[in-house]
């Protein structure tokens, strides 16, 4: 079954086809929905569509897999389709190159039949074909803040045409620091006709940033606590920290989990744990803003399909993964604030499925773990692994701490910088680079910078 926009859900009775079509969206993307299977809108949608049809700005927040994406496109979706191509009118905000792929697949499956053009623009690739796509005028970009500022150094970005505004996801650019960057974004297009701001969480600070650029916003709140989809079976896994790795492994082997999207605190501990499972013969890989975007892009394909049991990532890295039917969410640490933990879980039970998250909590994660619950109004329920040795012997630190990687680092750049002493000519030796005994090269001195002339 081919990747849908999240929040679509599978089911072909008639009386939910009509449910779609009573949106009064254009036929032809009814009749998109309909070829990909997933056609009973969800609640964000059911209020977010007529109102965006309206012509209203938006501020929506609802639970991460609620359906936020189909929820702007198909509006705007809409509105175009009838308009003169070779133009950019609509313009999406997404924090991380992942979430913004993910757009852009979820917009080409809803616009398949519609001759809508569009393109992805991030980093870590090159950017000739973003400029070739901003030249021919693609209807929508879906670009990440930093990738479009770039291409803003150029007169063909000027998306003077540009009457649609989205921001997804708006929380995570402004913990990852966007927010200078998205004011640089507000100055340099003109403005716009219509502003959609979607969100999984709603703090201060965003509500700030709404009543500058919001126009008399429609409010759609279909959640007043931040909380996991309905769908989502949450429990958390006590355990010694240096022990996680052997929980996971042992959950994995065990067949407690077929698959699992893993999250972990840091790049290098993503990195140790992938090296781990692999060597207890776990088909893994990892995600983060180390990994180049075509090891990231063959990781996510590898997962999707199932070549991949494990996929380990990071809290930024893992935005825009949307993984039909993923089964299990693991917080190999658990997360610092309880907004990461709501976008973590909200991995799994999308588009009104069923899903796992386990939260593997040390006793010094317990201060935390109890924020998190209290967070989103419940505790949630221990459990043990039935066998496990939870007072085993740790077999080593999966993570080398910071401070002791340093300074193997300085102490190996060191012990290289004193052999090469060693093992060079002294100055007025044979070889060394003054005296008389030494044989003059007939290859031709290389400058130091740029190239010889002549």
């Excluded at 394909?301 to 990071?314: E, P, Q, Y």
């Excluded at 077999?395 to 004193?418: F, N, Q, T, Y």
């Amino acid at each position: 079954m081919p990747d849908v926009p999240a929040g679509l859900c599978a089911h072909r009775k008639p009386e939910l086809i009509l449910a779609f079509a009573a949106l009064n969206l254009h036929p032809t993307l009814v009749r998109s929905v309909g070829d990909l299977g997933f056609i009973r809108p969800t609640p964000i949608q059911g209020e977010a569509i007529p109102r965006a049809l309206e012509g209203r700005d938006l501020l929506a927040c609802a639970a991460t897999g609620s359906g936020k994406t189909a929820a702007f496109l198909l509006p705007i979706l809409h509105r175009l389709i009838d308009r003169p191509r070779g133009t950019t009118r609509a313009l999406v905000l997404a924090p991380t190159r992942e979430l913004a792929l993910q757009i852009h697949a979820d917009l080409e499956g809803l616009a398949r039949h519609t001759g809508i053009r569009s393109a992805a623009v991030h980093g870590g690739v090159g950017m000739s074909p973003q400029t070739a796509a901003f030249r021919r005028g693609v209807d929508f970009i879906i670009a990440t803040p930093g990738r479009l500022l770039d291409h803003f150094q150029h007169d063909y970005a000027a998306l003077a045409g540009l009457e649609y505004l989205v921001l997804d996801e708006a929380d995570r650019m402004l913990d990852m620091g966007f927010l200078p960057d998205i004011r640089r974004v507000l100055r340099h297009v003109p403005t716009p006709k219509q502003t959609l701001f979607f969100s999984a969480t709603m703090p201060p600070p965003i509500e700030a940033l709404t009543r500058e650029i919001l126009r008399d916003p429609v409010r759609i709140a279909l959640q007043r606590r931040a909380a996991p989809a309905a769908g989502v079976k949450q429990a958390v896994y006590p355990v010694p920290s240096a022990l996680k790795g052997a929980l996971l492994t042992d959950l994995l082997l065990q067949g407690h989990m077929e698959d699992a999207l893993v999250f972990t605190r840091t790049k290098h501990r993503a990195n140790r744990l992938a090296q781990l499972l692999s060597r207890k013969g776990i088909s893994t890989e990892r995600i983060h803003g180390n990994r180049s975007q075509a090891q990231r892009t063959r990781a996510l394909a590898g997962f999707k399909s199932g070549d991949i049991r494990v996929l380990v990532a990071t809290d930024i890295a893992a935005r825009g993964i949307d993984v039909e039917a993923l089964g299990h969410v693991v917080n190999f640490d658990v997360p610092a604030v309880p907004d990461d933990y709501i976008h973590r879980v909200g991995r799994t039970a999308r588009a009104d499925a069923a899903g796992e998250a386990f939260t593997f909590v040390a006793p010094e994660d317990e201060g935390q773990m109890a924020r998190i619950e209290r967070a989103v109004g419940s505790k949630i329920e221990r459990v043990r692994l039935q066998g496990f040795a939870y007072d085993a012997t740790p077999g080593g630190a999966l993570e080398v701490p910071r401070g002791e990687r340093i300074a193997a680092i300085r102490a190996a750049k060191a012990k290289g910088r004193e052999r090469g002493k060693q093992g060079s000519p002294r100055s007025g030796e044979p070889g060394g680079s003054r005296g008389g005994g030494a044989e003059k090269s007939s290859r031709p001195r290389r400058r130091r910078y740029g190239k010889r002339r002549g």
